[in-house]
């Protein structure tokens, strides 16, 4: 593209959404940006750095619900002053809330990437970008490239892969399909937050905190700002046309990694389970996850009404898939092939730290608990 493009981010005011924007308005990468939500950003409790690149003149916001076929087409209008139409549409929206029936997540991730996919065949889009899940890959100890075996094991990756079948059917339809594991960074809330939020928990209770399975398991990650600049340089490459990528970084982290962290950040003392012991809550998995969470949300609501915060959007609670024997493991080494270099290639102590910094400094996280 001889010129900057212009960038339509579909579900913005999320945690990636809104990390891309911050991406595109500091390295003035975009021509003009439309983020797209059905949440204002006055209510999806960014942080300063966050709201100023929404107040960037660049940047316009609209309201959609993109499960609404006529809602979708508004997001997709052209810009309401310039009148151009849009480069580049990434789409981050999808419904993510534990604990949804097959219906609410077919409707929230299927039927709203059709929407959104076939407006973007109307404008003519450029390139269409497609954040898969990392968990439509089977669960392996040995890192799973994007042309591996498919048997997705959470409900959200079920319907992505539909999403991924459906663009890779479309003849002649530009897109990239980039596959996430776990992310981290400012503003996470559902990656990485509540095993954050767990472990300082058991700061306050001064107890010992005991895991389920062990420390072997692989929690494949990345940090939010290589998702941004990776997902950047894909969309603008025509080497990434109809081509999926793993988006991971080179730590290997594993359960106990990542555990081992939160203990010293914390300090506590990590415990677990153990395979044989763990597997016998599989008999009645339901009521072991509500046993967990009885356990850690009260002492949260005490904790965070001794530091005076009334309103927080982060909670340790935990669903059943997260508490899954399973192995998300990824193999990056056709990103890297690509060209794109990881800035952050490994999780930090320093890392998990900003992200607990910039909830504290929002007054979102419990100052005591870092203290």
Not at 114 to 122: D, Q, R
Not at 197 to 209: G, P, R, S
Not at 359 to 369: G, H, I, Q, W
Request: with cysteine; glycine share 4%; hydrophobic share 40%.
């Amino acid at each position: 593209m001889s010129e900057k493009p212009t960038v339509l981010i579909l579900g913005g005011c999320g945690f990636i959404g809104r990390n891309l924007l911050v991406y595109l308005v500091d390295n003035d990468l975009s021509r003009e940006v439309r983020v797209v939500d059905k949440t204002p950003p006055q209510m999806a409790w960014l942080n300063e750095k966050q709201s100023k690149a929404f107040d960037n003149p660049k940047v316009e916001f609209c309201s959609a619900n993109l499960i609404n076929a006529s809602s979708c087409k508004n997001a997709f209008a052209p810009h309401s002053t310039t009148g151009r139409t849009w480069d580049i549409v990434i789409n981050c929206a999808a419904e993510t809330r534990p604990n949804q029936t097959d219906a609410v997540y077919k409707e929230g991730i299927l039927k709203l990437s059709m929407n959104c996919i076939t407006e973007a065949l109307n404008i003519k889009a450029k390139r269409y970008i497609e954040l898969s899940s990392g968990c439509v890959n089977s669960s392996e100890k040995i890192p799973l490239k994007e042309n591996c075996k498919t048997d997705p094991w959470t409900a959200v990756a079920k319907q992505k892969l539909k999403v991924e079948k459906e663009l890779q059917s479309l003849e002649n339809f530009s897109f990239t399909i980039v596959r996430l594991p776990i992310v981290y960074g400012f503003g996470d809330k559902r990656y990485l937050m509540p095993r954050i939020i767990i472990a300082a928990i058991y700061k306050h209770l001064n107890e010992t905190m005991k895991l389920l399975w062990n420390d072997a398991m692989r929690f494949a990650t990345v940090h939010v700002y290589d998702v941004c600049g990776a997902v950047w340089k894909l969309a603008n490459s025509e080497k990434a046309y109809r081509e999926t990528y793993n988006i991971t970084d080179d730590a290997e982290s594993t359960q106990g990694t990542i555990s081992d962290m939160l203990a010293d950040i914390f300090s506590i003392d990590i415990d677990y389970f153990g395979i044989v012991m763990s597997n016998l809550t599989k008999l009645s998995l339901s009521d072991t996850v509500s046993e967990i969470n009885d356990k850690h949300m009260a002492p949260w609501a005490e904790i965070c009404q001794q530091d005076g915060i009334c309103n927080t959007p982060l909670t340790p609670y935990l669903d059943e898939e997260q508490l899954y024997h399973k192995h998300l493991n990824l193999d990056n080494s056709k990103l890297k092939e690509f060209g794109y270099e990881l800035k952050h290639p490994k999780v930090t102590c320093d890392l998990i730290k900003e992200i607990i910094d910039d909830y504290v400094e929002l007054k979102l996280f419990p100052k005591s608990l870092i203290l």
